[in-house]
């Protein structure tokens, strides 16, 4: 089904967000929240544009997208990282959020992932269980703590192997920040483009052996920010119970870059 998009804006940066709907009924919507856009506010700098607070200011200012809808109440039942793209998840009421976020914390809801990762691992099924603590000298940066941290746990699957890059789906069976991140570090394949966990940006000229830049212009990279997409959600509906499932098509970048790792990369 065809939903209309989601239209934002932020008078402050003068960015603009078509955001695609990619479920709706009567209690839930579910948009595919672009990379770079925070779900919610930043704690360390709260006037940074965030999704939430964004649609929040549609509903406020009776914006087209909101008054056909009906919508007063919008509010997200979980986050995604600022560069992760894909599924997310809101509830239309706060009755329906509080069934959302009793599923949620049961950890009922099934998460799949898709990263695109630097090296190859070692398996092509495994599973990560090392608990998470905030690193105590970085802030925002997660770090295995396997004495202090919480209990993590995800599952991983390689999905396709080039030469120096591996396409692994991940199903984080807990949601803990960054989980999946600091889990594909630990097992020595980061995430492409995520500099925080020790991944670098995928470049063209890392693959096309005759690449050359024409004049002085410099190489954009194919993908800059983490390679991490929330592809799929899959839940028991909190009102009807029926099982609902959530698919967010992969970014435009992911394809492209999966498109060169295809013609130059395959082993």
């Known amino acids: 089904m065809n939903y209309p998009p989601v239209k934002l804006s932020s008078p402050a940066t003068k960015e603009f967000w078509e955001i695609p709907v990619l479920y709706e009924d009567a209690d839930l919507l579910a948009l595919c929240k672009p990379a770079c856009l925070l779900s919610s506010p930043d704690r360390y700098d709260p006037l940074r544009p965030n999704l939430m607070r964004l649609l929040h200011d549609g509903i406020t200012a009776g914006k087209p997208w909101a008054r056909e809808r009906g919508l007063t109440y919008l509010m997200n039942a979980h986050r995604l990282d600022f560069e992760t793209s894909g599924v997310m998840l809101m509830a239309k009421s706060k009755p329906v959020l509080v069934e959302l976020a009793n599923l949620f914390g049961s950890l009922k809801p099934v998460k799949t992932y898709v990263a695109l990762v630097h090296g190859q691992p070692v398996t092509a099924t495994w599973t990560v269980d090392a608990a998470l603590a905030m690193h105590p000298a970085k802030v925002g940066v997660m770090r295995i703590d396997r004495k202090q941290g919480k209990k993590s746990i995800t599952e ?32 020595g394949v980061p995430i492409c483009g995520d500099k925080v966990y020790g ?25 800059s920010t983490v390679a991490l997409h929330a592809e799929r959600l899959e839940l ?21 870059a ?7 990369a395959t082993r």
């Open 156 to 187: 991983f699957e390689t999905v396709e192997v080039f030469r120096g890059w591996t396409l692994v789906r991940c199903r984080p069976l807990t949601g803990r920040t960054h989980q999946i991140r600091v889990h594909l570090q630990c097992c």
């Open 199 to 223: 991944g670098h940006p995928l470049n063209l000229s890392q693959l096309k052996e005759e690449y050359r830049l024409k004049g002085d212009k410099v190489e954009r990279p194919l993908l």
């Open 236 to 256: 028991n509906h909190p009102v009807t119970q029926a099982p609902v499932v959530i698919t967010a098509p992969w970014p435009k970048d992911l394809n492209v």
């Open 258 to 264: 999966l498109k060169f790792l295809r013609r130059y």
